[in-house]
């Protein structure tokens, strides 16, 4: 029998993709393999370990409500964007007379390219609208956003 306090030693069988896991992060942190994996044992055996795991798991989920509520703000600025912008363009844009129309159909497929080129440079070095837009903007109430148009 072992000493209290003196390490015993013990051999086990590891899955291929697992000691390379082990093994990547005993380097990573300068660690010897025998440390990491009694850690680990530590920590599965632990009686707060379900606790800690629930955290973690806590901790993951309130990071992805937030960046789902980001996406859906988001979404509505450009929803809310391309709807002021077409109600702006149709009411300021008189219709074209038909001579006139045939000459733009000739054109928009170089005004297009020009507009694809442009918001890739927008989007490639910023700044980005969602980003000049406090996240903490109080929405209005429909009857006092009618009133503003």
Not at 65 to 85: K, M, P, Q, W
Not at 96 to 116: C, H, I, M, N, T
Not at 128 to 144: A, G, Q, T, W, Y
Request: aromatic fraction near 4%.
């Amino acid at each position: 029998m072992a000493k209290p306090g003196k390490k015993q030693r013990l051999s086990i069988y590891l899955d291929p993709p697992v000691m390379k896991a082990l093994v990547e992060h005993a380097a990573r942190r300068n660690l010897s393999r025998s440390l990491v994996a009694e850690a680990a044992i530590a920590s599965f055996l632990s009686p707060d370990a379900a606790e800690r795991q629930e955290a973690a798991m806590t901790k993951r989920l309130d990071q992805i409500d937030r960046r789902l509520n980001r996406l859906e703000r988001d979404l509505g600025i450009s929803v809310e964007t391309l709807a002021v912008f077409v109600r702006f363009w149709l009411t300021t844009t008189p219709q074209l007379p038909e001579p006139a129309q045939a000459a733009a159909r000739a054109q928009s497929g170089k005004r297009y390219d020009a507009f694809v080129a442009a918001l890739g440079r927008r989007l490639a070095q910023g700044p980005k609208l969602r980003n000049e837009i406090p996240e903490d903007v109080m929405p209005m109430s429909d009857s006092s956003a009618r009133g503003s148009e």
